[in-house]
């Protein structure tokens, strides 16, 4: 009879120490996970801070010129530079592609991996990659096509002409709403919210809007990190963004 009694006691105090482990289990998850997102950020914006850098030097070796983003509107294996490319010497990584050709396919001909040094923002998962691996150009307004579609040369702008650099953006999270791929994947430039509509729009292909990733924590809608043309980095609110805060996309003037 003792020894009955003392066995459905240990029991209970069994069940006891379960339910205290599995509560502690539960409150302390959420913070790990938490404090690991947010290490994952951190580094996101020390690839950015870098990635600022590279562009400066660049610029600073080019009359003060930003790298376009490819001499050519529409560019063929083997001529195409992309800024990615242009930026080569100062990113100290990534020889991206032997034609030019810096997201998609590698001189292998298989899809890029995640490992592109300071190109890589460490929240983006194998599955996400499309073309480039987390981060875009502000195609609208800073970084252009050395030619547009008629022929014309137009090429990126000056760093010195450039009076907010403060407040604009650069280059940061971005993704593309490719439905017929499964949903959000990274892309390399980011489109204007005010000039074009963001969000899940389907059936659009590679003409989708090209938005920020908020694929980092914080806020409602979360947080996107962004490295401004000065040289500093943010990690900026999703909806701010898409409204196009303190005109940081440049849509009224630089
Ligand atoms: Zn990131
Ligand atoms: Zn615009």
């Avoid at 379960?18 to 998850?29: C, T």
């Avoid at 502000?138 to 030619?147: A, C, D, Q, V």
Wanted: hydrophobic share 40%; charged share 20%.
């Amino acid at each position: 009879m003792k020894t009955s009694m003392k066995k459905a006691f240990t029991l209970i105090e069994l069940l006891v120490v379960i339910a205290i482990i599995s509560l502690l289990v539960s409150i302390l998850l959420p913070s790990l996970t938490m404090a690991k997102e947010l290490t994952k950020s951190g580094a996101c914006m020390s690839n950015l801070r870098n990635l600022a850098v590279a562009f400066h030097m660049y610029a600073e070796e080019h009359d003060s010129y930003l790298p376009n983003l490819n001499p050519y509107h529409n560019p063929v294996p083997g001529n195409g530079m992309w800024y990615t490319n242009l930026l080569e010497p100062y990113t100290n990584t990534i020889d991206w592609t032997a034609e030019g050709w810096p997201w998609g396919m590698n001189p292998n001909g298989e899809w890029m991996h995640l490992d592109q040094g300071m190109w890589t923002c460490p929240a983006v998962t194998p599955e996400d990659v499309l073309r480039c691996t987390g981060y875009g150009v502000n195609e609208y307004h800073l970084i252009f096509y050395g030619r547009d579609p008629s022929g014309n040369l137009r090429g990126s702008l000056k760093l010195e002409d450039i009076y907010r650099s403060s407040e604009i953006f650069l280059i940061g999270d971005t993704r593309i709403y490719a439905d017929w791929l499964g949903g959000w994947k990274t892309f390399k430039v980011l489109d204007c919210p005010v000039c074009t509509a963001w969000g899940e729009i389907s059936g659009m292909g590679w003409a989708g809007p090209k938005c920020a990733a908020p694929r980092h924590p914080g806020g409602a809608e979360g947080r996107a990190n962004a490295a401004f043309v000065d040289g500093h980095v943010e990690s900026c609110d999703y909806r701010d963004m898409i409204d196009n805060r303190n005109d940081m996309f440049a849509h009224d003037g630089l």
